[in-house]
């Protein structure tokens, strides 16, 4: 019982039930829809929390990322006659390596800097998707073959409910494990004060290189999963509007709560999709959410919302 | 053998020579007090020994082993440890959060064993957080181990670095003003821990401005002066020592020390 009441253990029970009891209240496959976009947003909004709200270290590129798995996913199969899957995991693997040798010189740099630097990384590999019109079909986009796992094809709203689910399960028990690891310490520690981290014998460099690496992967795996669902994917995956979506689902979330980014990706995705003032209005939306925000919730949605129901009860 | 050899070591910062030329050497066991006015170069020192800056000439040695240019978390692995002037605490996690980072060194570095949270994980968790708790009582924090260190007061984050610091196991100790901003009480709990942390084997460097202190627990006080080396030996030679009484400790300083002897 007291496992429960730990939020890592509790928060995990709750996720489940939530993914587990939603299909059941779902009215039709339209919602199906939006709650898989839900889940994909999250899956890269827990890996990018470990990054920005842990270990405190920005990225306005981080769609870069996505886009590559999911052109990874479109690509290989199509292209080069390689299995759905494994271009799933070979474009996470490359993902991962790209990420080492970008992280490498850009994590030296810190606040603004470390921002345009990864601002730009994310427009690089915008502008290649667009451009490699042979193997990408360029601005136009490309279709994706379907998913196939021991010759099954994967289809219809309902898999692919429980494929994202799992998923976004799977990724928030992977980040929850890491954030109570020596890693995840020193991620927090590193935020706060780097030379006391590194007196304390964190090699920062590397532990900055290592969380980038993880939430990049994150999202090349979310991607791949977007591409298959969605059956269809055009360079804007990979786009700066994009990335700074990502960012304000963190940050309105929560910056250091996992739960509070999912809860921040559920918000961010689902308004658009149901008021369609919002719709028209999505990037002055984005701004707005951003500034008031920082202004009046700098903690995010969730841990405000805790803060005050403890405020009550105590 | 010699635990740290300085050997003519100089740094300067724009214009400013804020050590120059400076040779000393600390033997293991005891306490080694380093003294000076306000910019003597007393931090930068550490700073250097540290790892955290890199002097422009000379050499420290560690054990006989030259640690020039080496990034301080490899120093740290060698069995260096501090606290800072200005605290460096990480204000988000909880006091023994802080110490389970001093840590570090101790546990398995594996992110993948981390990311699949394997029992040996588990394990050496629990086995960080017990020793962890033994530091924050060792320090007279058993208490707060769960409170968020930002919610702390500053006389108790002075003890929270230094439980963090202990947390590593250094061989070498370099604490930077411990007692600063603290309160006579407290200062004289900074005092009876300093000389527990030197019972217990670690070598203690010391910076400190409260006189009595470091007259009451120094084996050996090397006074600083402009970045150079003005005097250094027992705390009876320093005191008796004219260049110091008329460079550093002045008027006020004579009045320190008179109540200190008195
Ligand atoms: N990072 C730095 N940049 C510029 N000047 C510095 C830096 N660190 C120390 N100094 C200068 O070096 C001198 C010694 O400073 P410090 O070591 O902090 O003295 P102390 O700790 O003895 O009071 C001072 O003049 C200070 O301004
Ligand atoms: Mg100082």
Redesign the interface.
């Known amino acids: 019982m007291a496992a429960l009441r730990q939020p890592r253990t509790g928060g995990l029970l709750v996720l489940a039930a939530i993914i587990a009891v939603l299909p059941f209240l779902l009215p039709n496959a339209y919602y199906f829809d939006v709650v898989i976009l839900v889940g994909i947003n999250a899956l890269v909004v827990v890996g990018l929390n470990l990054l920005i709200g842990y270990a405190g270290q920005i990225s306005l590129g981080h769609a870069g990322f996505f886009g590559l798995g999911a052109y990874a996913s479109a690509v290989l199969p199509a292209r080069f006659d390689i299995p759905p899957l494994a271009a799933l995991v070979l474009g996470a693997i490359g993902v991962g390596l790209l990420a080492v040798v970008i992280g490498r010189p850009i994590l030296r740099l810190k606040g603004h800097y470390l921002a345009v630097a990864t601002l730009g990384m994310g427009l690089l590999i915008f502008m290649l998707l667009s451009n490699e019109q042979d193997l990408t079909g360029g601005p136009d986009g490309m279709a994706v073959q379907r998913l196939t796992i021991l010759g099954y094809k994967l289809h219809g709203v309902h898999t692919w409910y429980w494929i994202v689910g799992g998923a976004l399960l799977t990724g928030t028990w ?1 980040a929850l ?2 954030i ?7 991620l ?2 590193l ?3 780097e ?10 460099v590397r532990h900055k290189l ?1 969380v980038f690496v ?1 939430s990049a992967v994150f999202a090349s795996l979310a991607g791949s999963l977007s591409a298959h669902y969605s059956g269809f994917i055009t360079p804007n995956s990979a786009g700066f509007l994009h990335s700074i979506e990502l960012v304000t689902m963190v940050v309105l979330g929560g910056m ?1 709560s996992t739960f509070g980014g999912i809860v921040g990706a559920a918000v961010l995705t689902a308004l658009p999709q149901f008021l369609t003032v919002f719709h028209e209005y999505e990037h002055a939306a984005l701004g707005l959410i951003m500034m008031v925000c920082m202004i009046y919730l700098r903690d995010g949605l969730l841990p405000s919302l805790r803060q005050r129901l403890h405020w009550r009860r105590s | 053998m010699t635990l740290l050899r300085v050997e003519e070591m100089s740094i300067e910062f724009g214009g400013v020579h804020a050590i120059e030329d400076l040779s000393f050497v600390i033997e293991p066991g005891a306490i080694h007090s380093i003294i000076g006015p306000n910019g003597a170069g007393k931090t930068t020192l550490f700073n250097l020994i540290t790892g955290l800056y890199r002097a422009s000439r000379g050499r420290i040695m560690f054990e006989d082993r030259d640690i020039g240019g080496q990034p301080p978390h490899r120093l740290a692995r060698l069995g260096l440890s501090r606290t800072f002037q200005n605290l460096q605490i990480f204000f988000r996690m909880t006091a023994i959060e802080n110490v389970m980072v001093g840590r570090h060194l101790h546990e398995s570095r594996n992110v993948l064993a981390h990311l699949l949270r394997l029992p040996a994980v588990v394990r050496q968790n629990q086995r960080t957080s017990a020793k962890a708790r033994e530091l924050l009582d060792f320090v007279g924090l058993a208490d707060d181990a769960d409170v968020a260190a930002g919610a702390m007061p500053y006389g108790a984050l002075k003890r929270l670095e230094i439980a963090r610091a202990l947390a590593v196991e250094p061989k070498m100790l370099l604490l930077d003003e411990p007692a600063a901003g603290c309160n006579p009480v407290e200062t004289q709990e900074i005092d009876h821990l300093i000389q527990q942390i030197a019972k217990t084997g670690v070598t203690v460097v010391l910076v400190e401005h409260d006189m009595r202190l470091v007259m009451n627990v120094s084996t050996h006080i090397l006074v600083l002066d402009a970045g150079r080396k003005l005097a250094e030996g027992s705390a009876a030679e320093v005191r008796a020592n004219p260049a110091v009484i008329a460079a550093y400790l002045g008027a006020q300083g004579q009045r320190e020390l008179a109540r200190a002897q008195g």
Do not use: E, F
Request: proline letters at 4%.
């Open positions: 992977l494990n890491l109570d690891s020596p890693t995840g310490r020193a927090r520690a935020h706060d004060s030379i006391a981290a590194q007196v304390n014998g964190v090699d920062v290592t993880i250091g």
